[in-house]
């Protein structure tokens, strides 16, 4: 188990994992700004021995951040300046508008990357590890995947966020949430520091479109109080309930029905939830950077603890409910891709992530697993290659240990954070290189058994190649249309996509438009595929019917140990022709919709 305080890892050999490096933030600005339900600044909450922010402050210098600039109101720095330490640059700041333009300055007088963070957040230290510990990627947010309190929702398609929302903005269609941490590189740290000075007249004197927005939020936020209260939602205030698909209150929709009378403790908790959401800077400071056409990456928290408590209350059960998780456990199954075949993730998977840990804990790096398993693969298409029933065994068995290896150097990496783009790059291309070496291998086994298949591997190395040029074609125009997808302006609530579904809405209203015909073919064919996805047997067969690299891998394996390479060819063939089909064509519908 791990400590609330501490957070060690729970293992108790874990120290071999190697150190995060340090961390290339140049400025860390905390905004100690949101107030609780006592009228002090969450951030000073107690917490253990000392309080929520000091607590924060000792993770960021665990983690290499230098000492932070906290953001507070006035009458508050000499509490705050005493629980971050003399080393923080405690500022005050007496509204929104001035933490965006003292952002804006410290940003452009800064070297490097900045951090801007709530400071009454109170998660795990690998939560902000795997945030600020890669050197490789680019502008992120720590993100959840789920709808929770105190947290404004955005969208991503394909690991880029297209929209997002603070209190004054919305968003149509979420399917994340932003959990209060973003990290800028140098290269978008000025158009961080435009869209502060954009943003701060503009939540100087709010407009009234975005006082509208921020009472629309105000009443879905009261209804999910009054839900909460009576069981009909788990997680209250401050601990996020069960996954939902979409969050209602960023989906342009009304709230309708009887009013809702809430308790005196409801009350000061929708209350107290209400005043902080526009303190939320670095909620907006995301808008601005998403609608600046700035790439952002969501760094998803996995399965780690997350919460922005508000009352001291709210904080005891924090520091209650984080004692009990077991974080190497958490970062154990986070270490294992979601989105894996079923072969991957039934017969690989289970056992291959443990193997991740032993090699974490004896240093061994992902890129030294990523070639051991490309050596696994020259010995099994070596085996294939004696055309001996002996050598097609061997050949299979060596065939499934290279690719459990090449599981475990991206379960390795994603356990320890170690990655890099030779890394991504190696994977990549020996992934290709022994797939087609066991090809040969077969044929030349094959030969050798008198059975002449290289008709058959030829045509095997054209179908895969050619389903990778498709698949990394499809992939960079895919990323090329979602780094142009219209913005609104940030004066304006709503994304693009609600903007025109308003637009929609209002023609019709008026009369100015007729109603919306029956939908498109091809967009009826894919809502009616994607609801089959609700089904979790029929999710696998979706994902088998794309003959991943895991089934591939055992096609090869199991038909060459037990029958012949011209079985093995076929089989192999039949699977990839239909494979080819399938993913052709929803890519064909995906393009006409």
């Known amino acids: 188990m791990t400590s609330g305080l501490s957070d060690t890892r729970a293992a108790p050999d874990a120290s071999t994992i190697p150190a995060a490096r340090p961390a290339g933030v140049g400025l860390a600005s905390v905004l100690a700004t949101a107030l609780a339900s006592d009228g002090l600044p969450a951030a000073l909450l107690p917490w253990a021995d000392g309080t929520v922010v000091s607590r924060l402050a000792g993770q960021l210098a665990g983690l290499g951040v230098p000492a932070p600039l906290v953001v507070t109101r006035p009458g508050f720095e000499a509490a705050v300046r005493q629980a971050v330490g003399p080393a923080a640059d405690v500022r005050a700041s007496a509204s929104v508008a001035d933490d965006l333009r003292l952002i804006a300055r410290a940003a452009r007088e800064g070297a490097g990357e900045v951090l801007v963070m709530a400071g009454d957040i109170v998660t795990h230290t690998d939560a902000l590890e795997g945030l600020v510990a890669n050197p490789h990627a680019g502008t992120r947010i720590l993100a959840g995947g789920r709808r929770r309190p105190l947290a404004f929702r955005f969208q991503a398609r394909r690991g880029r966020l297209v929209s997002a929302a603070s209190a004054y903005h919305a968003v149509r269609s979420p399917n994340g949430t932003f959990l209060g941490v973003l990290r800028t590189v140098p290269g978008d740290v000025e158009a961080l520091a435009q869209a502060a000075e954009r943003l701060a007249p503009l939540v100087a004197d709010v407009p009234d479109t975005w006082r509208d927005e921020l009472d629309r939020k105000a009443e879905r936020w009261r209804a999910a109080v009054e839900r909460a209260s009576t069981g009909e939602e788990e997680g209250g205030d401050d601990f996020a309930g069960p996954d939902e698909p979409e969050d209602l209150e960023d989906t342009g929709d009304d709230v309708g029905g009887a009013a809702i009378t809430l308790s005196d403790a409801d009350e000061l908790q929708w209350r107290t939830r209400v005043a902080a959401a526009p303190e939320d800077a670095a909620a907006l400071l995301l808008v601005g950077l998403v609608r600046a056409h700035v790439d952002v990456t969501p760094v998803y928290l996995r399965q780690l603890f997350w919460t922005r408590p508000l009352s001291p209350a709210a904080t005891a059960a924090a ?42 804990r004896r240093g061994f790096t992902p890129n030294q697993v990523t070639t051991v398993s490309m050596l696994l693969g020259v010995l099994a298409a070596a085996a294939f290659a004696t055309g001996e029933r002996w050598g097609l065994v061997a050949g299979a068995v060596l065939l499934q240990i290279s690719f ?22 190696l994977d990549s291309v020996f992934d290709r290189t022994k797939e087609y070496l066991a090809f040969a291998g077969l044929a030349i086994g094959a030969h050798h058994m008198g059975d002449e298949v290289w008709v058959l591997a030829c045509a095997a190395i054209t179908l895969q190649t050619v389903r990778h040029s498709s698949d990394f074609s499809y992939m960079a125009v895919a990323h090329q249309a979602i780094t142009v997808t219209p913005q609104t302006p ?73 029958f012949t390479p011209r079985v093995t060819f076929i089989a192999w063939l039949t699977w990839g022709g239909l494979a080819v089909v399938y993913t052709q064509a929803g890519r064909v519908l995906r393009s006409i919709r």
């Open 319 to 360: 520091a209650e409910r984080i004692k009990h998780y077991d974080v190497d456990r958490v970062l154990l199954e986070s270490a294992v891709k979601s989105a894996d075949g079923f072969f991957t993730t039934f017969f690989v998977s289970p056992y291959s992530k443990y193997i991740a840990r032993w090699a974490a």
């Open 490 to 562: 940030i004066e304006q609530p709503l994304d693009h996509a609600g903007a025109r579904a308003e637009a929609r809405r209002a023609a019709r209203a008026g009369g100015a438009a007729p109603a919306p015909s029956k939908r498109p073919l091809a967009t009826r064919i894919l809502s009616a595929w994607h609801r089959l996805d609700r089904a979790r047997a029929l999710r696998w067969i979706k994902r088998m019917a794309a003959f991943p690299i895991g089934e591939r891998f055992a096609v090869i394996s199991i038909t060459a140990a037990f």
């Open 404 to 425: 459990t290896t090449d599981c475990v150097d991206g379960q390795l990496a994603r356990y320890t954070r170690q990655f890099s783009k030779l890394g991504a790059w």
